[in-house]
């Protein structure tokens, strides 16, 4: 069963842990499910709200590196009209 | 929702193969997890074809080399609900993912491998993060 692939025909981010920040200053760390016209759908998410937290974004990520990513949402949708950026976790 | 057994079992055999224990129950982790003191490793074995198809030959790698941990052990997460989630409480801080791979020593994680640092890597490059945990913890 190595590099058994149970779901096939999503793209190449499909089931990677990815980085998003969105316009309205939040980041959102979740494994990359699909894009849509409605946006990035991403599963088991942590989020960052710079409004709501008093550690800093990048040593939030820091601690999600290695920690591991402590859940606060089990799905999220980033419109693609909210996307600023998207990056690989471990990049 | 757990996988049919007959499509997981495959996934099993490719890690309890290398002589890994794999514990099935809440009785069977803590008997194997609540008082160890020698390095031991505990690979939370996966269904993700993104992640644990890399993760199970980078495993089978890893466990080829010179220095080993004294006790090696597999979860089964989506599967075996309650023992996983056991074995999960034994990595402190460690967020729950799978697959991934703990290294325990003295009761304390020393090492882990989260699927983040496995997805979308070789299994060449996985391997190459566990033998230097065991290099630096084990034997």
């Not at chain 2, 390095?39 to 220095?67: E, I, K, Q, Y």
Request: charged share 20%; glycine share 8%; with cysteine.
């Amino acid at each position: 069963m190595s590099g058994h692939v149970f779901h096939p025909g999503h793209d190449a981010l499909h089931g990677v842990t990815v980085v998003v920040d969105a316009t309205d200053g939040r980041t959102l760390v979740g494994r990359w499910h699909e894009q849509t016209h409605r946006g990035v759908l991403l599963h088991d998410v942590a989020v960052h709200d710079p409004a709501a937290s008093a550690t800093p974004k990048e040593e939030w990520l820091v601690k999600l590196r290695k920690f591991g990513i402590a859940v606060d949402l089990k799905h999220a949708i980033i419109p693609a009209s909210q996307l600023l950026g998207i990056r690989r976790l471990v990049e | 929702m757990p996988y049919p057994e007959m499509m997981i079992q495959p996934m099993r055999d490719e890690v309890t193969r290398l002589g890994v224990q794999e514990l099935r129950t809440v009785a069977e982790v803590d008997a194997a997890l609540g008082d160890i003191s020698e390095s031991t490793m505990v690979f939370v074995n996966s269904v993700c074809g993104c992640a644990a198809g890399g993760a199970r030959p980078a495993l089978t790698m890893a466990l080829g080399h010179s220095r080993l941990p004294a006790r090696t052990y597999s979860v089964f997460a989506g599967q075996d609900l309650d023992a996983t989630a056991r074995a999960r409480s034994y990595f402190g801080e460690y967020q729950p993912s799978s697959p991934s791979v703990a290294l325990l020593k003295g009761g304390e994680v020393v090492a882990f491998v989260h699927r983040h640092q496995i997805e979308g890597r070789s299994p060449d490059q996985i391997a190459a993060d566990l033998v230097s945990a065991f290099d630096s913890y084990c034997g």
